[in-house]
Nanobody, 124 residues
Framework: VQLQASGGGLVQAGGSLRLSCAAS????????IGWFRQAPGKEREGVIC???????YVTDSVKGRFTISSDNAKNTVYLQMNNLKPEDTAVYYC???????????????????WGQGTQVTVSS
């Protein structure tokens, strides 16, 4: 089982990045993929996640700026981040939560698999 996150980097405030999460080793359709982030000294938080019914949870701080999409043919989920702010600086992790046992999207304690993380740094 592998979740390979990529696409992080250094960007100026107001810029954009697109993260990718390539999944392998499990049935992609059986899992809801999402994105968490962890800033230095802070807990890991759910940013944007698919629900078991295809809905999308988006944390308030990124609404209107971040979107999630999925290419099922490629077993890949994307996180498009626009109008980035310095407070978006964090390590971003993709996650997989099995749909049949999901309690709610972006539930840290329900995540079955984690990616390795990719650093996003937004300069002011």
């Amino acid at each position: 089982v592998q979740l390979q996150a990529s696409g992080g980097g250094l960007v100026q405030a107001g810029g954009s990045l697109r993260l990718s999460c390539a999944a392998s080793g499990f049935r992609f359709d059986d899992y809801a993929i999402g994105w968490f982030r962890q800033a230095p000294g802070k807990e890991r938080e759910g940013v944007i996640c698919f629900g078991s019914d295809g809905s999308t949870y988006v944390t308030d701080s990124v609404k209107g700026r971040f979107t999630i999409s999925s290419d099922n043919a490629k077993n890949t989920v994307y996180l498009q981040m626009n109008n980035l702010k310095p407070e978006d600086t964090a390590v971003y992790y993709c996650s997989a939560d099995q749909k049949v046992t999901m309690y709610k999207p972006c539930n840290f304690y329900g995540i079955d698999y984690w990616g390795q993380g990719t650093q996003v740094t937004v300069s002011s």
